[in-house]
């Protein structure tokens, strides 16, 4: 994707979030470090522009949520969460870049569950790659790309990366796939060999009379 097609997705969620919750009442966007909290930015200025009014919005880190925190780094990088506003009966749209396996998102989850009891929580990502892990599903999605494992998906965002694109690439030191051998025909036709003509060597029969 590049700098266009990342707008228009964007510009589709903002009308499918306002269409699905019948205006912005009680809305609230809380985006995930790092770049879904830019994109839930984007999408809080988008929905100004439409509706005329501001929506709460908060940033969400959710390092210490991780269910493999061990295994990321003995002295993680702590951003911090700003959620500065009740979100009690509110309608939280999480907003994230990819979603993957799922636990992202269930970290997130249960970080905001410690902030209150919202009356719910929908989902708005810019990428859905599959592969799940975990049952949840986003209820807002740019652009649905399926993927193998061994690939990876890079948004780059302008706030943050200083341009606006979607990369998939494969890992270092992923295999790749091989390529698939043509299918042979299930019916094949039987031929007959073709015969050989043998040359016949016609001598002379004046030397044959000799």
């Given at each position: 994707?590049?700098e266009?097609?990342i707008?228009r997705a964007?510009v589709r969620i ?11 009442k009680?809305?609230?966007?809380i985006?995930i470090?790092r770049?879904?909290?830019f994109?839930a930015?984007?999408?809080?200025d988008?929905i ?8 709460p919005?908060?940033a ?8 493999d925190?061990q ?9 911090g969460t700003?959620?500065n506003f ?8 999480l907003i994230?870049?990819?979603l ?5 998102i ?10 209150g009891r919202p ?6 990502v810019?990428i ?7 049952p ?8 649905k790309v399926?993927?193998a494992k061994t690939e ?12 606006d ?14 390529k698939?051998?043509s299918?042979?025909?299930r ?5 007959e060999p ?7 060597r016609?001598?002379?029969s ?5």
């Amino acid at each position: 994707m590049e700098e266009p097609d990342i707008r228009r997705a964007l510009v589709r969620i903002v009308h499918e979030i306002i269409e699905h919750n019948k205006g912005i009442k009680n809305l609230v966007l809380i985006g995930i470090k790092r770049r879904g909290d830019f994109i839930a930015r984007r999408i809080a200025d988008r929905i100004k522009k439409s509706e005329g009014l501001d929506v709460p919005m908060g940033a969400l880190d959710i390092t210490l949520y991780r269910d493999d925190l061990q295994l990321v780094s003995e002295a993680p990088i702590i951003e911090g969460t700003d959620i500065n506003f009740d979100i009690n009966k509110k309608t939280i749209i999480l907003i994230d870049d990819v979603l993957y396996t799922g636990r992202t998102i269930r970290a997130a989850i249960e970080e905001i569950l410690d902030f209150g009891r919202p009356k719910a929580i929908q989902l708005a990502v810019l990428i859905d790659r599959g592969h799940r892990e975990l049952p949840i599903q986003a209820d807002f999605v740019g652009k649905k790309v399926p993927t193998a494992k061994t690939e990876i998906v890079d948004v780059h965002i302008k706030e943050f990366d200083g341009e606006d694109c979607v990369l998939m690439h494969y890992h270092k030191n992923a295999k790749r796939p091989k390529k698939k051998k043509s299918a042979k025909p299930r019916i094949q036709m039987h031929r007959e060999p073709k015969q050989k003509i043998r040359q016949l060597r016609i001598e002379d029969s004046e030397q044959d009379e000799s």
